[in-house]
């Protein structure tokens, strides 16, 4: 067995991490895809864009339901069943909070294999939840189980996570209409349910619940064992592909794991469709006034034409285990090697390394001298100097978006999924960039080249994350998907 084939060492180490790190890095950590941002100038700018950018908003609330009968109908439709109990609280809270009404179509895919399986078995979904709550009271494994009971929230286990104080006061705002539910939230930022559901026979699989031991599986490196149970990235979306499975950390060696291979309803902030089956809810991460959240010393004064034209990032050797040479095709290792090419376009360097992510078969003094990692970190807010930025998630865009920073992400917003990418649209809100990072510098050109086109996008980006992703906008998607989650454990009670 591996060093890393238990769980409470994992555990440990784990723990021991997020203790260290603050937690955005270990977000990225984990992603390691990255993705480019176009830093923002104030708002009163002579541009077009941003006017458009808000017409664009202003359409999308004007196209969504204006009563609960339209809601409940729209609904039906989307979803070939009727809204769950207490749809018509959750449409008087999502009015009252002026969030979306119709565009939860992740939802719907995250559950449907769940209402699928309820018409073999009604008492699947809760015997799952069961089964996975005996586990988590016990041994933890990074995930945490709670009730709401007559309309409150409460924890029923003592188990740590990153996110044991911010979900109580999360769920409390909207937690007098939830029905009585138990569930078990996945306080890592990555996804633990290996099972794809577009495997052929899979939903025989998830009747016949085999694995051993759920939440245990750490294989190590993870590479191979990627390909073997065929969790396969592409690189580009059409045409012909390659993968980009050797292009990315997480799917090289992952700094976390601890999976399990059965259908297990988790709460988790991110996935990789299709080959994992979390439920995503939004992460705490997310809300304005999280601890989590990068702070900025002050806003964002530069504006767009101040601004330099080039790509700034700084961050940690994060992304995945250092493992031989893996991490040369770590993106953010890769990120350097193009940057000291391409000078003009780009300033660029890692500013620490975590060595915590170097354990056997890594010679991290070895990697600082190659890239230069000398633990030099600048003020955060020097990204106001530059237009263009990367990130790995639209996590961190909102944060810089929202310091007056504007998103343009990564087709890893098509491998990592997150609850808000269909809301998001490449070309229109961020610059995607493939997993590879190949056509890096080709898009940095053209940015430089176009930049009136690039600033629109920047304040479309901006825009969207100052109206769209809300805090409240999360409260709307948390409820959402708890009645979802209470009306597929009730079936069981009613199936009798
Ligand atoms: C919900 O839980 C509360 C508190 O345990 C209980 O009093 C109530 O009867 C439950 N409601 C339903 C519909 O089961
Ligand atoms: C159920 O799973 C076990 C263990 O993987 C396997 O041996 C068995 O054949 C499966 N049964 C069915 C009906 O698929
Ligand atoms: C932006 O604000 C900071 C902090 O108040 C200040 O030090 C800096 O000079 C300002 N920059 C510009 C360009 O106004
Ligand atoms: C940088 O340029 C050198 C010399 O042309 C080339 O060998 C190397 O592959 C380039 N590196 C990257 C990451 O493009």
């Known amino acids: 067995m591996g060093r890393f084939a238990t769980g409470a060492r994992r555990s440990g180490w784990i723990g021991r991490l997020r203790r260290r790190w603050p937690p955005w890095y270990i977000l990225l950590a984990v992603l390691g895809f990255l993705s480019l941002v176009i830093v923002a ?14 017409a664009r908003i202003d359409a999308l609330y004007a196209r969504q339901s204006s009563t609960l009968t339209q809601a409940m109908s729209r609904y039906s439709l989307r979803n070939n069943r009727a809204p769950p109990p207490m749809y018509s609280e959750w449409y008087k809270f999502a009015r009252a909070h002026s969030c979306l009404i119709d565009e939860y179509d992740q939802i719907s895919r995250d559950f449907e294999p769940f209402y699928q399986l309820a018409q073999d078995d009604p008492a699947y979904f809760k ?21 709401f009971a007559g309309g409150k929230f409460s924890f029923t286990d003592e188990q740590g996570t990153l996110y044991t104080s911010d979900w109580p006061q999360t769920f409390a705002r909207f937690e007098s209409f ?29 009747l ?43 799917m090289l060696y992952s700094s976390s794991t601890q999976f399990t291979t059965d259908l297990y309803p988790i709460l988790s902030m991110t996935k990789i469709s299709p080959c994992f089956a979390d439920i995503l809810v939004p992460s705490e991460f997310y809300y304005s006034d999280s601890y989590w959240v990068p702070r900025y010393a002050y806003p964002n004064n530069i504006t767009w034409t101040d601004k330099t034209p080039k790509l700034y990032w700084r961050g940690m050797s994060s992304g995945g285990w250092v493992y031989d040479d893996n991490y040369h095709a770590f993106p953010r290792f890769r990120v350097v090697d193009i940057g000291r ?24 003094d070895a990697v600082k001298a190659e890239y230069n990692i000398y633990g030099a970190s600048a003020p955060r807010e020097e990204v106001y100097k530059y237009k263009y930025s990367l990130t790995s998630t639209a996590t961190r865009s909102r944060g810089a978006t929202l310091a007056s920073c504007a998103a343009a992400r990564s087709s890893s917003s098509t491998v990592f999924a997150e609850y808000f990418n269909d809301w998001l ?43 769209v992703l809300t805090d409240a906008q999360n409260d709307c998607y948390f409820s959402a998907v708890f009645l979802e989650w209470a009306r597929l454990q009730a079936m069981a009670d009613e199936a009798l």
Request: aromatic residues 8%; charged residues 20%.
């Open 425 to 467: 649209r490449p070309y229109e809100h961020y610059i995607p960039v493939l997993p590879d990072l190949s056509d890096l510098v080709e898009k940095l050109e053209w940015a430089t080249t176009h930049d009136a086109e690039a600033h629109a996008i920047q304040q479309a980006g901006q825009a969207f994350s100052e109206r």
């Open 341 to 364: 090419n391409h000078t003009d376009l780009m300033d660029v360097a890692l500013s620490s390394f975590h060595d915590s992510l170097c354990g056997e078969h890594c010679d991290g």
């Open 208 to 250: 016949n619940v085999s694995d051993p031991t759920p939440f245990e599986l750490s294989p190590h490196p993870t590479a191979a064992f990627y390909k073997e149970i065929q969790c396969l990235i592409p690189n580009r979306a059409s045409g012909f592909t390659e993968l980009a499975n050797d292009a990315s950390a997480f």
């Open 127 to 147: 015997k799952m939840v069961e089964a996975g709550s005996v586990k988590v009271k016990k041994d933890g494994n990074g995930m945490k189980t709670g009730v």
């Open 41 to 54: 100038s104030n708002r009163q700018s002579p541009y077009s864009g941003v006017f458009t950018a808000q």
């Open 178 to 206: 939830m029905p009585n539910m138990s569930l078990i939230l996945n306080g890592r930022d990555e996804p633990r349910v290996i099972f794809n559901y577009r495997q052929p026979d899979m939903r025989l699989k998830a």
